[in-house]
Every structure is written in C-alpha cells, then in structure tokens.
C-alpha cells in the first residue's frame, strides 16, 4: 500500500544550525506535500506544502524540495531556534486527494 | 483566519459512558476530518465529511459515530469505548477535496482518557 518513510526519527541541533529532513513516499501519482508542526499538546500545524509540478518552495528560513523521479522530498530549516523544536511529519496526498499519508514523524531538539 | 476549534480540550470517561467531541470552523471549508493519534505516531484518519455527508469510513469501530449537523459543524460522538481509544482526537478542515489536493487545517485536539 502507499507508505511514506522519514528519517531521521531525532535529530538534534545547536541553536542556529541546519536541519534537514527527509522522506521517501512510494505512491507515484501523490502529487501534494504537506509539512506539518506538532507542539507538546498542540494539533499539527501546517509549515510548508509543496505540489508536483514545482522542484522547490521556500519561506523565510523554511525550505521544502522535491524530487518527484526519485520520489523523495525534503525540509530544510535554516538558523534554527529553540522554539523550532517540536515533532515534525511528512506527508504525500494522492489520487482521490482525501486520504494523508503521513511519515513516522522526526523529533526536532534545538539546544540553546 | 485559519482557526479550527474544538471542544472540550481533555475529556476522561468511563466505557459504559456517553460522550461528544466537538469541532468547528469558519472558513467556508467544505470538507471536514476527524483522526486519531496515539503518543509518538503520526495522525491516523477516521472520517471524512464532504459537504455535510460522510465520504469516508476508515473502518472504524461503531462505537465512535460522525455527524456534521451543518457545514461549519462536526461531531463525534463516543459510546462504551474502552482503554485503547484514549487518545488525541483531531479535526481538520480543508476547502474541499476530491479532484485535487487541498491545505489541511488542524485544530488543536481534545485528548481522551478511557477509564
């Protein structure tokens, strides 16, 4: 079935660093990428989306890129702070364009 | 105003208990999504509304039943739950759905305890 693989599952950072994450979505016709930030107690909020037909979004210090015949696609955040920390999810939206499939989730620590 | 709402933030009840979640947005969206998430797992899909009519059943057990009384409005009501449905339930809304992929907007949970 449609699976979506994100690595790393932590990752931790100094305060002003990079951090890159990555996922890998096996359904050819997904053609939407959501990222999604999740706080201690809070619902996912939605930080940057990417479609098919474009190989790279960027937001102030976010960045997502997409490799559609490797089917992977990435997110980059630049000069990391602390208030960056939170679980991060991947996901791909395909054909019907209802059903999210969401990576495993990466924890983000960002050390002051 | 991205805003999804729901209420009430923490519930604890028995499994013999009758309960109801509720969600609510005004951003004219027509599709409206409940989930399920366990500690540490990414959200799992339950139901999906469209324009007031249930779309999608992911399989999930009878004893949690959707209802979306109008199209800013969506509800689920729980009934002899057991342990393993303590969790945190979202909603989410989007435009629509269907052709094309649309931004999903989450609120911010109620987290369950089944006691």
């Known amino acids: 079935g449609e699976n979506v693989e994100q690595h790393p599952s932590t990752l931790s950072v100094q305060e002003g660093d990079s951090a890159v994450i990555k996922c890998t979505y096996s359904?050819?016709?997904?053609?939407?990428f959501p990222w999604y930030k999740q706080e201690l107690g809070k619902g996912p909020q939605l930080i940057i989306d990417?479609?098919?037909?474009?190989g790279e979004k960027k937001d102030q210090r976010i960045a997502v890129t997409l490799n559609k015949t490797a089917k992977h696609f990435s997110l980059h955040i630049t000069e990391t702070q602390p208030e960056d920390s939170a679980v991060y999810f991947c996901?791909?939206?395909?054909?019907?364009?209802?059903?999210?499939?969401f990576g495993a989730g990466t924890r983000l620590f960002v050390k002051a | 105003d991205t805003e999804v709402t729901q209420t009430p933030k923490h519930l604890v009840m028995g499994m013999t208990n009758k309960k109801s979640l509720k969600c609510e947005q005004h951003?004219?969206?027509?599709?409206m999504y409940w989930y399920k998430q366990k500690a540490k797992k990414p959200p799992e899909l339950m139901f999906v509304?469209?324009?007031?009519?249930?779309?999608i059943n992911e399989s999930v057990p009878s004893r949690f039943s959707p209802e979306c009384p109008n199209s800013s409005l969506l509800n689920l009501h729980l009934h002899a739950l057991q342990p393993e449905d303590s969790a945190l339930y979202l909603c989410?809304?989007?435009?629509?759905?269907?052709?094309?992929?649309?931004?999903?907007?989450f609120g911010p949970g109620t987290r369950l305890t089944v006691t």
């Open positions: 989410a809304s989007s435009q629509d759905y269907g052709t094309s992929a649309y931004e999903q907007y």
């Open positions: 359904d050819s016709a997904s053609n939407y």
């Open positions: 990417i479609r098919s037909n474009v």
């Open positions: 996901a791909a939206i395909g054909t019907g364009g209802f059903k999210t499939i």
């Open positions: 951003m004219g969206h027509r599709a």
């Open positions: 509304y469209s324009y007031e009519k249930l779309s």
